[in-house]
């Protein structure tokens, strides 16, 4: 149930960007916000390397796009054209994230902890689908500010 919900909401986020050529993908459609549908994809694919490989494994990732200089760089460096490479990171960052979830017990805990303590690959699980369902919320708007479709 929490593979699926969580596939579930890694498609709804890409179907948002469905069809829209590189500089609507970028645009920021809720000024003074540098939020974008490119800029969601990007903060995804980070949110998806530092809870499954970093936290839960423990290993040293860096960030691909945010930055000590720039927390936001996720959104704040969403360009057009890089957007066809942002996709093919997302989706390399998500299949990692698969690989690793497959290969363990959900109530695994993680090598990192939070500030608040221990969390299971469970808790991580369930994190990701409140995270994507947020910023799938977000994709809805920013898609009807482009060219007004919805659903």
């Not at 996720?74 to 497959?102: H, K, L, W």
């Amino acid at each position: 149930m929490l593979e699926g919900w969580l596939e579930y909401h890694r498609a709804t986020l890409l179907a948002k960007c469905e069809g829209l050529d590189p500089a609507q993908l970028a645009t920021h459609s809720v000024p003074p916000s540098p939020l974008s549908l490119l800029g969601l994809v990007r903060h995804m694919s980070e949110v998806e390397q530092h809870w499954f490989p970093r936290m839960l494994m423990g290993e040293h990732v860096r960030p691909r796009y945010s930055t000590r200089e720039d927390p936001d760089g996720d959104f704040n460096g969403a360009a057009p054209d890089n957007a066809a490479q942002v996709f093919t990171d997302f989706a390399v960052d998500c299949q990692r994230s698969r690989e690793i979830a497959a290969g363990s017990d959900l109530d695994r805990i993680a090598e990192r902890e939070l500030m608040g303590g221990p969390v299971t690959l469970r808790w991580i699980m369930v994190h990701m689908i409140e995270e994507y369902a947020r910023h799938n919320g977000h994709a809805d708007l920013l898609r009807e500010c482009i060219d007004g479709s919805v659903g």
